[in-house]
């Protein structure tokens, strides 16, 4: 079974010594309209987890995060932990479990459908090597 994870449990994982790949899994027409997620998140369709799931580190810990912490998140983190990776969804999704407690944002550009570098983000916040 599927674990939750809160707001402070993730906020302190992050800031610990091996914080947890952060990835959202909001739906593409959701995410493409967004104009921001959590800091440090990786961007990765939940239609295709069965491809990408198996470029992740085995030892690594996700947390999945979706609008509401619902059905996207938990079937991402079920699958997930079906190929033996570690993994939670965020309890309350971007929306009620990460914004409405103030938690760290990247601003995104419009329509956006990935996460590159670019003139309107030129920042790196951290690059992960397996």
Known sequence: MTSPISFSELQAAIRGRQPPLVIDVRKQPTFKAATDMIAGA????????????????SASTVVAYCVHGHDVSQGVASALNGYGIKAH??????????????GDLDRKPADATSRWVTRERPKIDRIACP
Do not use: F, H, M, N
């Not at 969804?89 to 103030?102: C, D, M, P, S, V």
């Open 42 to 57: 990786l961007r990765r369709d939940p239609e295709t987890v069965t491809s990408w799931a198996k470029e992740l580190p």
């Open 89 to 102: 969804y965020l309890e309350g999704g971007i929306e009620e479990g990460w914004k409405a407690k103030q």
